[in-house]
């Protein structure tokens, strides 16, 4: 089916893009409780279900439930249609535990829906088909009606609700807003919605007629099935009734409203044939485990799950996105610039397909299970189910053993959970909902034409306005620095606002600078070094400190406040006199000192080559040395008393320097004296000995 209800956006979306905050309504959960509506009766139409209990074809009712968000005031709220999986049998019966509107996926992804402000929809649709068959054209033919029958119901079920809009709209739906998904078989529904829209042509393909009648025959033809979109009364000929008469097979359901939609999605399934995908069918959206063995993900045969059996040839997720993306239908969302962590790791398995999500899923284990069942490649990780409620009604059905349902069911999903289930949805929904928004034409924004960022295409407000909150202007004198957006109220009008000054200006709104008549501000004090003569009015600026204001130099005085040309530029170098390295010119400090430590004549006696600075300890064989030879200071370390003797020469005096070269201590000696030390702290000094020929350095410890 072809529409045109997704072009008009298009152009503007192009030059748009998307742009996807925090809470935005359809994309984030801003309702926290859903309303359900259950077993909605939406159409009656002909089922052969009975047909298995070997009764008549017959009309049934169809149903749906109808999820809302509770609380919502919106009566003009875009639809979501779901369609279950199931294989066009019951569960248990189709040998799943899947296959109803209640499927728990179903369930979940609805309530999603609903919660982000969505009214969504699951869906049942007539079921029965022959898998059983030995006869391929058995098989094909009633695999094909039932597809053709799920897409009649999908097409109902979007009419009843836009005759519920028609007719007081209790259910608060925007009927120009409808997407149709489908899960499983529901996605063969789902996709062949979208594009079966020339039956004479599409259902007239080789593969869709049964070459063993004479003359040939459709599997499908729309005269005795209704057209497409089951909109009009069709009769089943006795000749090829199962009743062997007349049979109603086509009830129209509201068929006077239409039945377009915007979009479609689908998690498996397959197309039944590519060539009903042309340019101009809505958007489509597809995920696919790309080993899924039952519904191929290029092209690839449709088989009996049971007996392996052919049944049709169909087109995958893989071979519709690529004929999607090559007829631009996908434009819509394609060129919306949608670059989500959804996006990006679809965008590593896709092969460039916008809107083809690829499932990469584990390997089967290679050991059988307790029954000696082979496990399968997986086909729908999204799915989960209660296994012990589907292995007791597998029992019942099938007389089978305890235990042989549950397992059989995981061979598919062997890490069936419902965590692993809505793990599995979070990618779904991540990266669908996105492109649901943008091909409904929706833009986050802000909606509030008072704000600073008012975004007129915006129709999603997206809590992000700026309202005005104060003066933004730099140079008004009313600023406000925390302001985000201009309320008009900046002052800008500068003078002076003082009606005593000569250039008062009434029409002024910030003040300027006032001229006064005769009125000179300044120092008034004559004593004061910034004195001004001419000043009439005392400033409280006068300065009686003068010094060196420089911070920069040797002599800064920070109480200063009038510089008198005092300073001293700082010079770094050793300070301490008694140091090796001292500098006389140094007026600071710079750790550079090196003090006396021992013997660096490598010629004397008592050489000592880690020494850097001479202490005047080096001993030579010389007379001086032989004189001081004999010299001896005890104890060292010290703590209260010294004695230093010399038997060769007599000892004058000594001076004792701490390590910063300040003299600490002086004392006047004979040859054999004792010097009191107690007053000196503990630590390290020099201790320099006269005679009259000579000085003798040594270290002292004071402990």
């Not at 809302?68 to 009566?75: I, N, Q």
């Not at 949805?425 to 034409?449: E, K, M, S």
């Not at 300073?567 to 003090?595: E, H, K, M, Q, R």
């Not at 850097?612 to 001081?628: H, K, M, V």
Request: aromatic share 10%.
């Amino acid at each position: 089916m072809k529409t045109t209800l997704q072009s008009a956006l298009t152009i503007a979306l192009l030059s748009l893009g998307l742009s996807i905050s925090a809470q935005d309504r359809y994309l984030d959960d801003v309702f926290s409780a859903v309303t359900v509506t259950s077993d909605v009766t939406y159409a009656t139409n002909i089922s052969i279900l009975p047909m298995l209990q070997g009764l008549p074809p017959g009309p049934a009712t169809l149903k749906c439930d109808i999820y809302e968000p509770d609380g919502d005031v919106l009566t003009n709220r875009p639809v979501i249609i779901l369609v279950h999986t199931g294989s066009f049998l019951p569960p248990v019966l189709n040998g799943q535990p899947t296959g109803s509107k209640s499927d728990l996926s179903i369930v979940e992804q609805c309530t999603r829906w609903a919660k982000k402000g969505y009214v969504a929809v699951a869906m049942e649709n007539r079921l029965g088909w022959n898998p059983q068959s030995g006869d391929q054209d058995v098989r094909t033919s009633t695999l094909l009606q039932a597809a053709y029958r799920g897409i009649q119901d999908a097409k109902a079920m979007v009419r009843y609700m836009r005759m519920t809009e028609d007719n007081g709209n209790p259910y608060g739906i925007d009927e120009s807003k409808i997407v149709l998904g489908g899960q499983g078989t529901g996605a063969y529904i789902s996709l062949g919605y979208a594009t079966l829209d020339d039956p004479a042509t599409e259902l007239m393909l080789p593969k869709f007629i049964n070459f063993s009648t004479s003359p040939p025959s459709p599997y499908v033809y729309p005269l005795f099935f209704g057209n497409p979109d089951g909109t009009d009364s069709a009769w089943l000929p006795a000749a090829v009734s199962p009743t062997g008469q007349n049979e109603l097979w086509n009830i129209p359901n509201n068929p006077t409203y239409s039945n377009d939609v915007n979009m479609v999605f689908n998690l498996g399934g397959a197309l039944a044939d590519i060539s009903w995908l042309q340019t101009g069918d809505v958007p489509m959206v597809s995920f696919h485990c790309e080993m899924d063995p039952y519904g191929p993900i290029d092209t690839g045969d449709v088989i009996v799950p049971t007996t392996g059996d052919f049944v049709v040839e169909v087109m995958g997720s893989r071979t519709v996105q690529h004929y999607a993306n090559q007829y631009l239908n996908n434009d819509p969302f394609a060129l919306a610039g949608i670059s989500d962590v959804y996006t990006t790791a679809a965008n590593v398995n896709n092969g460039g397909l916008e809107g083809l999500y690829v499932f990469k899923t584990p390997a089967p284990s290679t050991t059988p299970n307790a029954f000696g069942q082979s496990y399968e490649e997986e086909g729908s990780p999204w799915d989960w189910w209660d296994n012990a409620s589907y292995d007791a009604m597998f029992q019942a059905v099938n007389g089978a053993p305890a235990g042989y349902g549950a397992a059989n069911s995981l061979l598919g999903n062997p890490n069936m959970s419902a965590a692993n289930g809505n793990a599995y949805l979070d990618t779904v929904q991540g990266y669908l909902n996105p492109r649901i928004f943008t091909v409904l034409g929706f833009i986050a924004g802000c909606t509030d034409a008072t704000s600073c960022n008012y975004n007129a295409s915006a129709n999603i407000d997206d809590g992000s306005c700026i309202l005005p909150d104060g003066c933004t202007d730099p140079l008004a004198c009313n600023y406000d620095i925390l302001a985000t957006c201009d309320d008009g109220s900046c002052l800008t009008d500068y003078g002076c606002m003082n009606s005593a000054a000569t250039n008062y200006d009434p029409l002024a709104t910030c003040p300027d600078s006032c001229i006064f008549p005769a009125v000179t501000y300044g120092c008034t004090d004559s004593t004061a070094y910034n004195y001004n003569p001419t000043a009439s009015i005392d400033d409280t600026s006068c300065c009686f400190i003068a010094g060196c204001t420089d911070a920069l130099a040797f002599n800064y005085d920070i109480t200063a406040c009038y510089d008198d040309g005092s300073c001293i530029p700082v010079a770094l170098g050793c300070t301490y006199s008694v140091a090796c390295n001292y500098d006389a010119s140094a007026n600071s400090d710079d750790g550079s000192c090196i003090f006396p430590d021992g013997c660096t004549d490598d010629e004397a006696d008592n050489y000592d080559p880690t020494a850097l600075c001479d202490d005047g300890s080096c001993l030579y064989p010389t007379a001086i040395n032989e004189e001081i030879s004999g010299l001896l200071m005890y104890p060292n370390p010290a703590n209260n008393v010294l004695t230093i003797v010399s038997h060769s020469v007599e000892i004058e005096n000594i001076n004792i320097y701490n390590l910063n070269g300040q003299l600490v201590l002086n004392k006047v000696l004979n040859n054999h004296n004792t010097v009191n030390v107690s007053s000196l702290e503990s630590g390290i000094y020099i201790v320099d000995i006269l005679s009259e020929n000579t000085s003798v350095k040594r270290k002292l410890i004071i402990e």
